[in-house]
């Protein structure tokens, strides 16, 4: 069981049911290309089976982990630095990427800090398959494993 997952959103509404569109808010995943990190526990399991045609999502690694913290913004739409984890977090940079990356920390829980979710781009080369096929069959939506950090590394 994976600590922590990365879940990205690749399709809109279209078509979708209350439920899932409701889901999907829940998972802080308003639009498309927007990505959020988890720690992965049972509920998240159930959300992400409800939600699965819309998103893909898999262990983050490391470099997947700075790849997309690259992207998050502080609230007055600045690049993250040392110096404003030190004085917000009170944690040295080192510190908070192997929290979240541990588990311990919950990146949804600062609002306050951060400009959540994180906003990706399109994936560079586009996807290499069917948007509405799952993963396992060529397709793009749906649990990836640590291929999602090749994914991130496209749409950063």
Request: glycine share 8%; no cysteine.
């Amino acid at each position: 069981m994976p600590n922590t997952v990365a879940i990205i959103r690749i399709r809109g509404y279209a078509h979708a049911s209350w439920r899932i569109q409701e889901t999907l808010e829940l998972l802080r995943l308003p639009k498309v290309f927007n990505a959020m990190i988890y720690p992965y526990t049972d509920s998240l399991r159930g959300m992400l089976i409800k939600v699965e045609p819309y998103v893909t999502w898999g262990e983050i690694t490391e470099e997947g982990l700075n790849a997309l913290l690259n992207r998050l913004e502080t609230s007055s739409g600045e690049k993250i630095t040392e110096e404003y984890v030190k004085t917000k977090l009170s944690m040295d940079l080192a510190t908070f990427r192997t929290k979240i990356l541990s588990g311990e920390l919950l990146l949804n829980k600062f609002d306050d800090e951060f400009e959540l979710p994180i906003r990706l781009h399109p994936p560079s080369g586009g996807f290499k398959g069917k948007i509405n096929t799952p993963y396992k069959a060529k397709g793009v939506f749906g649990y990836r494993g640590s291929d999602i950090n090749n994914l991130i590394k496209r749409m950063v």
